[in-house]
Structures are given as C-alpha cells and as structure tokens.
C-alpha cells in the first residue's frame, strides 16, 4: 500500500534526523570551525561577564564621593585581611569569603565525580551573593569590602541550625549586612539582607543581588552535561530560559516585573535564587561559552542579576532562599522552584511525573534501582496488556485480511476512490478496525517519552549500580572501548542496547506479515541500536525488558484470529441485534462471549 511505503519513509526520516542532531560527527561539524579557547572542564566556568577588580563611584555629591572614594582606597589591604568562613554539615561544606561576605567554595559529600572525589560545584567563587548598588556613572560593588563575622568555623549536625553574619560600614553611617542561616539537614540556606542610610549612593530603588561564577561541570561527558545546562526566571505564570548554545555571549533581560525566582541549571544540579518577602523587580540572565577541543564542546557559564526594590526611607531588608544542590525533585517543589526539572514537553510531564513518583515509592522498598527498573517494567506492562493485547490481536486479524486486500487492490488499482470504499466496507463486514493496531500504541508513546526523560535526566539514576558490569544506570553500560569512534554510533560497546535491538527485532519480525513492509523488521532494530548505544543503561534496561514481555505477551496471551466467514457471519448477526430491543442486548451479550 502506498501509504506503508509513506509510513516507512517518514519513520526512517524522522530516525535519521534524530542521528544527525546526537551525532558526534554534527557536533564536530557544527564546532569545528570555531576559535580554539583556553579551558579546563575540571573546575569551574567563570568567564568575566563584569569587571571583578573594584569599581569605582561617581554619584551627585563631593562629601559622598570622598567618603567613599577613601575607602576605596584601602582595598588592596581589605583584600590582604580577608579569611575564609568553613560550614561544614552532613551535606555540604562550604567556604563563604568575608570579602564581601560571598560564596566561594561549595562541596558536596554525598555526591561525587566518577572518580570517587566529592563534587565541588563552587571553585574559587568570586561575586556569588554580592551586592551592587548602581549610580549613574558605575556601581558599588560590595564584594571588595572585607566584612567583619564572628565565626570562623561552623560544624553542623543533622536538626542543628545557626545563623552567621556579616557586617560592613561601607561609608559613614552606610551599613550593609548578610545574615546565612544554614541548617544540617538542608541544602537551602536563608540569607537576610539588610541595607541601611545607603539611598544618597543610588541612582534609583534598587539594587542587584548578583551570582557570578556559574556552576561547575560534574560529568565526565561534557557535551551531555551541557545539553542541560541553562538558566531560568520564573515571572507570573511563565518560566523563561535562557540557553546560550553555542554563542559566545547572550542575556535576557526583564525589568519592571516582578520575579518570583532566578536559577541555573546543569544536568543533576542547580542554583537557585528565591525572594521571600516581595519578589524582585527585574532580573538580567546572561551566559558565555568557551570551547572545550578536548572534549568537542562548549562550556557554559551564567550569571544571574535580581534587581531588588530599595526603600525610599529608612532600611531596606529582604529575605532570600538561596538554594545550591541536587535536582531532587520534591526538595525543588517545596522551594517552588521544580519547573527547572526537564520534565518533557507539557503534555508529556504529567506522564514524567507519575514516572518519577512510582519510581522513587517502589525504591522505598527495593533499594536497588536496578531491580525497581525490572519491577517498574512489569507494573507498566501489567497495566498496560488490555490496550497491547487489543493491538495484537487487531493486527493479527489485519493480517488474516490481507489476501483479501490484495484482491481489492489488484480489482481497483486504477480507482483508487473505489478501492477505498471497497476496503472500509470489508472492515464492516469482518469487524476489523484498520487502526486497531495503531491506536493503543499511539496512547503508549507519551509513557515512553516519559520514561526516556525520566531516565534521560534523574539524579537518583546517577551513580547508582544494578549488578555485574552495570554500575551506573546513568551512563552507557559499556563493556569495551573502541580505539576509534563509528558515526552515530560512537566510541565504545554497550551491551544493553545491543539486547534491546535483538528482542526489538524479533518482536518486529512476529508483528509484520506484510512484505511491503518487511524492511522495517530490520531496518528499526539497526536504527535504535544505534541510536540508544550511548543512552543512560536504565533507560535500555528498561526498553530491552519491555520488549521481552511484549514477546512474551504477543506469543502466549494473544488469542488466534478468527476465522474470516465464521467473523463475517457473527458481525452480521450483532447488526440484526442493534435493531432490536431490551431482550436483543441480552442475546447480543451471550453473543459476544462466544
């Protein structure tokens, strides 16, 4: 039929796109060209979106600009004098500067690189958490004052909080001060903001919450920790994001709006600024990339700006959450900030969600996630066997039919008008709905959709081991490397994908009768092989399992066809019954169980 050929064509088309677009030859093609840049994907990304060294103050006033521009000048000493603060918990350590009283280190202890060594998602911080006040001419930048704090080292245990504080008089009778409130059990961390007598060194109400240094690369495939690195910023109802791709610099600027929350993302981590006592009024997202020849990529970096609201008299305070750790997702929804998840399309994250949710429940009594992907995988097909069971069977009675198609086709293959109204007239007469086979799988594919995403982007996969050579559903289940890489393929051998083409192929081979379409029983099996050699282990884990019980299901629970006279003749007594009343619905129903 023409319109398998069409079929066919546009599921190759649609599959050699998608090579394209994941390839390692387009990404080399696409980066090619570009400048060569220093870099260093083992630490952080912290291109100088702004000037770090000291600005300086230009504002209306000469008393102000000399009370300033003194202590400006002794900067190079306040720099000399400055010291690290430690937090320690049973999360994180973190190193805050009293230069400015910034972030500038954070590392986690439950998370680590592949290598074994914890992750530090913060390295050699500068402007993270500074305050800048603009004037007409240049800004303040607090973070090149030393600020006065009581501690030096902070030790938290789980349930156990305390509060730290900076302070600085950045001119006469101008007060600037940062209060973190740090709990042992908690990524979040509060931070208090106070300003007070500063509106005389402002060109407007407000001022700039800045984070600079970006967030450090965690994977040991760049280019794949990159895909999901973004920022965003959350307004009324809608999330914006900024990607720079592969531009060397790009922002997106909002003012005069309120902003419920700024983040940026990478893959399995992320950063997040979120007002509490009034939203922001206005945020300037911005990113630059530096490419990386070693690893073929671009290494993003963002910057984030919330302008806050300065009162018009007397002190200004706000409070913040200022969030830096995992994407986990019920931590992320109880700080409002969960729509950074990748989740999929909106009509598909329902289906993610509920993907998630049964996933993390059935790891609360299996701790393996291996095993919870093998349980999960029989769930879904339990639930899922009225609708393939229905699909089987419809196209197990499609083949049944099809010498009688051949026959219509060859009467009619000058009228094609003909032929259809011959073809829909054969389904009435034996029953048979031509979509019957298509239809249910068409209700699977967000589920599947889902589950790529879910598997595609959840921490909790990351690191966690099944058994044998599986020791991270996260990542390819490699059993060798190749000393060169084969195009959509890549460098190494996984085993999973492999298996998962095999039974895809048998399954193939058991569902299409149709010589038209007999490509397909091969073609397909090669083309995802391919394509899901270098997806995470417990997405092929699951698909490869999918396809044995689909196997298993198609050989052992579907019924055989009918035979077509014995069909015909039931069809055409149940459209006698429909004329009939009360007692015909009854006899219709002993009927149908037959």
């Given at each position: 039929m023409e319109f398998d050929k069409r079929t066919l064509l546009a599921t190759l088309l649609i599959v050699v796109i998608f090579f394209i677009f994941t390839s390692d030859f387009y990404h080399s093609w696409r980066y090619g060209h570009l400048p060569p840049a220093p870099s260093d994907t083992t630490g952080v990304a912290s291109p100088a979106l702004e000037p770090v060294m000291p600005e300086s103050l230009a504002v209306g006033g000469e008393s102000r600009i000399a009370s300033v521009q003194a202590s400006l000048e002794s900067l190079p000493v306040e720099t000399q004098l400055a010291r690290d603060i430690i937090i320690e918990t049973p999360l994180y350590r973190g190193v805050l500067s009293t230069l400015g009283g910034d972030i500038k280190e954070w590392q986690f202890k439950e998370y680590s690189y592949h290598n074994g060594d914890p992750i530090l998602l913060v390295q050699n911080g500068v402007n993270n958490l500074s305050i800048i006040l603009p004037s007409k001419f240049d800004s303040l930048n607090t973070s090149q004052y030393n600020f006065s704090c009581n501690?030096?080292?902070?030790?938290?245990?789980?349930?156990?909080?305390?509060?730290?504080?900076?302070?600085?008089?950045?001119?006469?009778?101008?007060?600037?001060?940062?209060?973190?409130?740090?709990?042992?059990?908690?990524?979040?961390?509060?931070?208090?903001?106070?300003?007070?007598?500063?509106?005389?060194?402002?060109?407007?109400?407000?001022?700039?919450?800045?984070?600079?240094?970006?967030?450090?690369?965690?994977?040991?495939?760049?280019?794949?920790?990159?895909?999901?690195?973004?920022?965003?910023?959350?307004?009324?109802?809608?999330?914006?994001?900024?990607?720079?791709?592969?531009?060397?610099?790009?922002?997106?600027?909002?003012?005069?709006?309120?902003?419920?929350?700024?983040?940026?993302?990478?893959?399995?981590?992320?950063?997040?600024?979120?007002?509490?006592?009034?939203?922001?009024?206005?945020?300037?997202?911005?990113?630059?990339?530096?490419?990386?020849?070693?690893?073929?990529?671009?290494?993003?970096?963002?910057?984030?700006?919330?302008?806050?609201?300065?009162?018009?008299?007397?002190?200004?305070?706000?409070?913040?959450?200022?969030?830096?750790?995992?994407?986990?997702?019920?931590?992320?929804?109880?700080?409002?900030?969960?729509?950074?998840?990748?989740?999929?399309?909106?009509?598909?994250?329902?289906f993610s969600w509920a993907a998630l949710k049964s996933l993390q429940w059935l790891h609360n009594f299996v701790p393996n996630y291996g095993l919870v992907i093998v349980i999960f995988s029989i769930l879904i097909k339990?639930?899922?066997?009225?609708?393939?069971?229905?699909?089987?069977?419809?196209?197990?009675?499609?083949?049944?039919?099809?010498?009688?198609?051949?026959?219509?086709?060859?009467?009619?293959?000058?009228?094609?008008?003909?032929?259809?109204?011959?073809?829909?007239?054969?389904?009435?007469?034996?029953?048979?709905?031509?979509?019957?086979?298509?239809?249910?799988?068409?209700?699977?594919m967000p589920l599947l959709f889902a589950m790529f995403t879910v598997f595609s982007s959840t921490i909790s996969f990351r690191q966690a081991p099944f058994f044998g050579w599986i020791n991270d559903l996260s990542l390819p289940d490699t059993i060798f490397t190749l000393?060169?890489?084969?195009?959509?393929?890549?460098?190494?051998?996984?085993?999973?994908?492999?298996?998962?083409?095999?039974?895809?192929?048998?399954?193939?081979?058991?569902s299409i009768t149709d010589p038209k379409q007999k490509a397909m029983i091969y073609v397909m099996p090669i083309m995802f092989t391919l394509m899901f050699n270098n997806f995470p282990s417990g997405l092929n884990l699951y698909y490869a399992l999918f396809n044995v019980l689909s196997i298993i299901q198609q050989k052992y629970m579907t019924k055989p066809p009918e035979d077509l006279e014995a069909r015909k003749k039931k069809m055409k007594e149940r459209a006698e019954l429909k004329k009939g009343g009360f007692h015909a619905a009854l006899s219709r129903k002993r009927l149908m169980k037959k």
């Open positions: 501690d030096s080292l902070v030790q938290l245990a789980a349930g156990e909080a305390r509060t730290i504080t900076f302070e600085r008089e950045i001119a006469p009778g101008k007060l600037v001060r940062k209060a973190y409130s740090f709990s042992g059990g908690e990524y979040a961390v509060g931070l208090a903001i106070t300003l007070e007598n500063v509106q005389d060194l402002v060109d407007g109400y407000h001022y700039n919450l800045r984070w600079h240094t970006g967030l450090g690369t965690t994977e040991p495939n760049l280019q794949n920790d990159m895909t999901d690195t973004k920022a965003y910023t959350f307004i009324g109802d809608d999330l914006l994001d900024l990607d720079v791709s592969d531009e060397a610099y790009k922002e997106l600027k909002e003012d005069e709006r309120d902003i419920s929350w700024a983040a940026m993302r990478t893959k399995y981590f992320a950063c997040a600024l979120i007002p509490e006592s009034q939203p922001a009024r206005g945020v300037k997202l911005s990113g630059t990339t530096t490419y990386v020849p070693s690893a073929d990529a671009r290494l993003k970096s963002y910057q984030i700006d919330l302008k806050m609201p300065l009162a018009r008299q007397g002190p200004t305070s706000h409070q913040l959450k200022v969030y830096l750790g995992p994407l986990e997702y019920d931590t992320l929804e109880r700080l409002g900030v969960e729509r950074i998840m990748n989740l999929g399309w909106s009509i598909i994250r329902p339990i639930i899922l066997h009225p609708l393939t069971k229905k699909s089987n069977e419809s196209m197990k009675q499609m083949q049944v039919l099809q010498p009688k198609m051949k026959e219509l086709q060859e009467k009619y293959s000058k009228e094609p008008q003909k032929l259809n109204e011959e073809m829909m007239k054969m389904y009435r007469e034996y029953g048979v709905n031509p979509l019957g086979g298509c239809l249910p799988m068409l209700l699977q000393p060169f890489s084969i195009p959509f393929y890549g460098n190494h051998v996984a085993l999973l994908p492999l298996l998962m083409g095999i039974t895809m192929f048998i399954q193939q081979k058991m």
